[in-house]
């Protein structure tokens, strides 16, 4: 990289979180050391960085040197788990002074975990958390149905390579993913209906 060139983030993906727990293949698009680590999301979609809105149902301090933050953020499709420590001091910082139940804005870096009986766990490592309204929240969920739908119109797209690698690696039929944004789409309707 030249000295004029300035590094930039990944955008982070909106996903709910049915499908980001159903993820668990993980790659990198160079052999450099230092180079992004990608999560595979089902939909056909590489996620450096995610973008989440949920309510935080519970935290709790699961380290036993440090504080290690865990949280629990649920989106009407299922349930995030964040960790943060003294390495996401602002995050863990925020997880420690939040209380449940909240609705939070989370940008994070996911993470996989091999547990002992070889299935694949994922989670979020956040760089931000945010306590934000309901409104935020509604529209979260709306914008993310949009772009969830979006990649499952493109799925069988032959020159995506995502969606290509999804269908390697997944043996997950993205229909269901599109019921799951409806219905998250639904739940909200439904909301407004209850609270009219």
Known sequence: ???????????????????????GYTFKESD?????????LPTGESANRVFLVGTLTEKEDVGEDNEYWRGRIVDPTGTFFVYAGQYQPEAASAL???????????VGKPRTYETDDGSINVSVRPESITEVDAATRDRWVTETADKTLDRIAAFDDEGDE????AREHYDLDPEEYKRAAIAALESLEQADELSA
């Open 1 to 23: 990289m030249s000295s004029n060139e300035i590094p930039t983030r990944e955008v982070a993906r909106r996903v709910f979180a049915q499908e980001f727990n159903d993820a």
């Open 32 to 40: 450099d050391e230092r180079a992004p680590v990608y999560l595979l």
């Open 96 to 106: 420690r002074d939040l209380d449940a139940p909240a609705y939070v804005a989370v």
């Open 162 to 165: 995502y969606a290509r690698m």
